[in-house]
């Protein structure tokens, strides 16, 4: 009996030893771990800061097509709203910069087609048939953007990347080929008061201004070479020049998709 006591004491002994030990080697397993864990943190930190101090400015150059469709709408109901469909190409450069930063410049032809009615009611008090010019307009511009672009990876060679920022317009022409359906009374009153009623081009006219600020929104997806994107242009100067007696405002908003290749 005294043998089996003796037994259970030195087995308690030692079954304490080996859990004492157990725990101090698992303590010593997470100690080295959380050293390893900050040293890997401040590895990281040191190779960014470094990253950071020997950055350079590097390129990225894309050729790019894309689809738009623009609304030049009036605060005049007799300047019907028009909408315009068509596309733009151009080439891009985007100037790297750290933290996913990228500035975007670059230059577009951009091409856009519409028809829109201008309504007008008979001075001839025995009609009451409404007038009307009909308007088909093929407009040519330059587009160069200046945008702020910031990308973030979402998986292998796949991202995502937001912009903004303002595109200055340039107006080449806006050929406007009118077919006028009018009589007579209407013909006279728009000689009078100098509405065109034939084909002409609104900026030779000193119609519209030919410099236009818009200010860009988008985003898009990117896969190794090839990109994706749309946004929205919201135009803050009125393009009527010339003063009228309905004093008519008109602004341009467009949308747009493009495609665009890394080279």
């Given amino acids: 009996m005294q043998k089996y ?17 157990s725990f101090c080697n698992v303590v010593s397993l997470l100690a080295q771990e959380s050293r390893n864990s900050i040293d890997f943190k ?7 800061a470094l990253k950071r101090a020997n950055w350079k400015l590097t390129y990225t150059y894309r050729i790019e097509v894309g689809y738009e469709q623009d609304w030049l709408h009036s605060s005049n109901k007799t300047y019907q709203n028009t909408y315009l469909h068509g596309g733009k190409i151009g080439a891009t450069v985007d100037f790297n910069l750290p933290y996913n930063i990228s500035l975007q410049t670059g230059l577009f032809y951009k ?25 088909q307009i093929l407009w040519h511009r330059l587009q160069i953007p200046v945008q702020v672009h910031y990308t973030q990876t979402l998986w292998r060679k796949l ?6 920022g303002p595109k200055f317009n340039i107006g080449l022409a806006m050929h406007d ?8 009374s209407v013909a006279a009153f728009l000689d009078e008061n100098g509405v065109f009623s034939e084909t002409y081009d609104r900026y030779a006219e000193s119609e519209l201004r030919r410099f236009d600020l818009s200010f860009t929104l988008g985003g898009g997806f990117t896969w190794d070479r090839y990109r994706l994107q749309a946004g929205y242009d919201f135009g803050v100067i009125n393009q009527y020049k010339k003063e009228t007696a309905a004093k008519v405002k008109a602004h341009n908003w467009s949308w747009f998709v493009g495609f665009s290749l890394k080279l």
Avoid: C, W
């Fill in 5 to 21: 006591y003796i037994f259970m004491k030195k087995s308690i002994v030692l079954a304490f030893i080996i859990t004492f030990l």
């Fill in 42 to 48: 401040q590895e990281d930190e040191k190779k960014e």
């Fill in 111 to 135: 091409l856009t087609y519409g028809t829109n009615n201008q309504h007008f009611r008979s001075a001839d008090t025995a009609s009451i048939a409404v007038n009307y010019l009909r308007h």
């Fill in 159 to 164: 991202s995502m990347h937001f912009f903004f």
């Fill in 177 to 184: 080929k009118i077919t006028p359906h009018i009589d007579n």
